[in-house]
Each structure stands twice: as structure tokens, then as C-alpha cells.
């Protein structure tokens, strides 16, 4: 047996009859009835026989099937389509909008909305690919594209999308590590546009059985979980003033370098490893200090 059985139920687009021309071939069927009726009920009173009785029960069937044809008038909005399924057995799917007629023992409340649809996650709590608990949420654009499959593939296709997609943003939150990857490692945090999309292929993979697309997937929340989320931002904190202090660093090393090589150059002063050693001391000391420094100035020798 075929376990996959979302192949054997591919959509096939179908045409139903005009509604406009059989509202009016139903109207006249209506009336010729009716006027057989009456024209067959003035004979039985007028006593004229066997024959005037059976138009009777004639213009009757006639009235009956013609309220039964009346049923299978249905209209459909732009971005919609109707599933028509006679006595179990699929017969295909009107996707034209306007006024239609179809047959009447089709099932009713077979309508599927073809417009694009949003689902906005709850705020999932999971570990990333480093254990670390975050929260993480996101919003998918879906709509469907085989009608066959959404609605005889699965259960119910609105639910099986909301179920499917939270399993699929939990995935994606194991995989990746919220921060602080290694080099060029993708991030939750540092590459959405490469996580989005990636959430987008594996929602796809997913939502084909149910005959869904996915239009879009976006990360549209994304945190700590509360019980770290202070120590992450401690940590964040700590490697800001870090980064800031290499900055500096970097900065006063190159500022002290210039100056050493234009004193010299220009011959201002002449100065030995010693004074030089003290001069790089004081000046690291002034522009690395994080408070504002006031300087001693020597005005006797520098030798003294």
C-alpha cells in the first residue's frame, strides 16, 4: 500500500454550468409547472376524467424537481473555489468566480478561500544549538494551491498549518545558536535573512502534503528566556566594554606611534629608550583613562 496518499488526490480544475442561464431555464420550468398544475386542476373539477389527475401528479414532480435543480445555484468571490464531491467521490474543483449552477446533490460547505493567509505565532520557548533557553516567534504567509489536497489529504488544513509551523520554528531554533557562533557560523540573531529563508523551505517541505505554499516566513520575535536573560546581558555588556576598550587601545597605540615618529623625524627632541619608554607610559595613561586626566607639567629639565 501506498503510505503517501496526498499523490492519489491532485487538484482538477472543473467548469460548472452558467447561473445566470439556468435561473432562467429553472424560472420557466417553474412556471410550466405551475400552469400545468393549474390548467390539470381546473379538469378534475370540471369532472373530465382519469387523465387530468395524473397531470396532477405530473406538474407536482415536475415542481418538485425543479425546486431540487434550484439548489444548486452557488456563487463564488474572487480567490475562491469550490470542491464538488458527489456521493464521496471527488469530481473536481471550480476555481471561476461569479454565478454558478452545478449539480444538486454535490456537497455543500465544500469553499476554499484561496487568499493569502497569515499566522502569527505564539512566543515559543526552546533551546537553541547551545542549550541556552530562548524565546523565539514568527509569522507565515501561506494560501493554498491544491484544493484536492488540503481538503481530502488532511484533517483539517488551518489546524494541521498552525501545528506544523510551530514544529518547524522549534526545529529552527535548535539549529542555530541565538549569538555568538563561530567565525562565519549563522546566527538566529546575526544572519534573519538566511534563518527566514530557511524557515521558509522547511515550512514548504512540510505544508506540500496539505497542497499549501508558503509566501513568506519571517522571525518577528526573538529573546532570552527570562530566567538568563539578565546574565546574557551582562555578558553583552562585558564584551561592549571590551570591544570598546581594544578600540582605544588600538587607537593610543597608533596616536603614540605617530608621535614617537614625528618627533623624530622632525628632530624636536631627542630622547632615549628610557624617556621614550616614559613618555609611552604617559601618554597611554591620558588617552586610555577612562576619567578626564590632569597632568603634571615639568618645567625644569627632563634629565632632573
Not at 81 to 97: N, P, W
Not at 103 to 118: T, V
Not at 201 to 221: N, Q, S
Request: with cysteine.
Amino acid at each position: 500500500m501506498n503510505s503517501e496518499s496526498s499523490v492519489l488526490n491532485n487538484e482538477k480544475v472543473t467548469q460548472a454550468w452558467n447561473g445566470w442561464g439556468m435561473l432562467v431555464l429553472n424560472i420557466c420550468w417553474m412556471l410550466g409547472s405551475l400552469a400545468l398544475l393549474i390548467y390539470s386542476l381546473a379538469g378534475v373539477n370540471r369532472h373530465l376524467g382519469q387523465p387530468y389527475e395524473t397531470m396532477v401528479v405530473v406538474s407536482l414532480l415536475l415542481g418538485a424537481f425543479g425546486i431540487l435543480m434550484a439548489f444548486g445555484f452557488f456563487t463564488l468571490q474572487p480567490n475562491e473555489a469550490r470542491v464538488l464531491i458527489l456521493f464521496g467521490a471527488y469530481k473536481g474543483t471550480v476555481r471561476d468566480s461569479g454565478f454558478h449552477w452545478a449539480n444538486p446533490f454535490y456537497s455543500h460547505g465544500c469553499r476554499i478561500s484561496l487568499r493569502a493567509h497569515n499566522f502569527n505565532s505564539d512566543k515559543l520557548k526552546v533551546n537553541d544549538k547551545r542549550g541556552n533557553p530562548i524565546e523565539i516567534g514568527a509569522v507565515v504567509v501561506w494560501r493554498v494551491a491544491d484544493t484536492a489536497q488540503a481538503m481530502f489529504d488532511v484533517e483539517d488544513y488551518e489546524s494541521y498549518v498552525r501545528t506544523q509551523s510551530e514544529s518547524a520554528i522549534r526545529h529552527l531554533a535548535s539549529a542555530y545558536a541565538y549569538d555568538y557562533g563561530e567565525e562565519n557560523e549563522v546566527t538566529l540573531r546575526s544572519g534573519m535573512d538566511e534563518v527566514s529563508n530557511a524557515l521558509k523551505d522547511h515550512l514548504e517541505e512540510r505544508l506540500a502534503k496539505a497542497g499549501v505554499v508558503v509566501d513568506e516566513a519571517r522571525i518577528t520575535h526573538l529573546a532570552y528566556a527570562p530566567e538568563i536573560a539578565q546574565a546574557m546581558l551582562r555578558r553583552q555588556q562585558a564584551e561592549a566594554v571590551i570591544a570598546a576598550r581594544q578600540k582605544i587601545v588600538h587607537g593610543a597605540v597608533s596616536m603614540v606611534d605617530m608621535a614617537l615618529r614625528e618627533l623624530s623625524e622632525k628632530s624636536v627632541v631627542k630622547l632615549d629608550e628610557e624617556r621614550k619608554a616614559a613618555m609611552v607610559s604617559n601618554l597611554l595613561v591620558v588617552l586610555c583613562a577612562e576619567a578626564e586626566v590632569s597632568p603634571v607639567i615639568n618645567t625644569g629639565t627632563l634629565y632632573a
